[in-house]
């Protein structure tokens, strides 16, 4: 069984960084991609970045892009969400996740999930 064990969130104030770091443990990677989602209380779920696991291209809506960059590392099987300038908006639960698809919408990514991480907390203040 695939698990995905996340790491890296906490407290960070508007400007800083902070980098997320996402396991694929259990079995050899097998799906399309990976990806990372985000959600903050009375809000939908939106996905902030996707990556090809096997050609590598990658994939932000425009919230984060120029801001946020995932980077994957096939021979350890881990994804990472460089997360810099962070924004007071973007405070969130932030999961890692086993992608089966994207499509690239411009302000906003779509992405199926077949596999999710249980999330770890990101608080920006201001």
């Known amino acids: 069984q695939v698990q995905l064990v996340e790491s890296g969130g906490g407290l960070a104030q508007a400007g800083e960084s902070l980098r997320l770091s996402c396991l694929h443990a259990?079995?050899?990677?097998?799906?399309?991609?990976m990806g990372w989602f985000r959600q903050a209380p009375g809000k939908k779920r939106e996905c902030v970045a996707v990556?090809?696991?096997?050609?590598?291209?990658?994939y932000y809506p425009a919230t984060v892009k120029d801001r946020f960059t995932i980077s994957r590392d096939r021979a350890k099987d881990t994804v990472t969400l460089q997360m810099n300038n962070l924004k007071p908006e973007d405070t969130a639960v932030y999961f890692c996740?086993?992608?089966?698809?994207?499509?690239?919408?411009?302000?906003?990514?779509?992405?199926?999930?077949?596999?999710w991480g249980q999330g770890t907390q990101v608080t920006v203040s201001s």
């Open positions: 996740a086993v992608v089966n698809g994207v499509v690239d919408r411009g302000e906003t990514i779509l992405a199926g999930v077949d596999v």
């Open positions: 990556v090809d696991w096997y050609s590598g291209v990658k």
């Open positions: 259990g079995r050899t990677f097998a799906g399309y991609g």
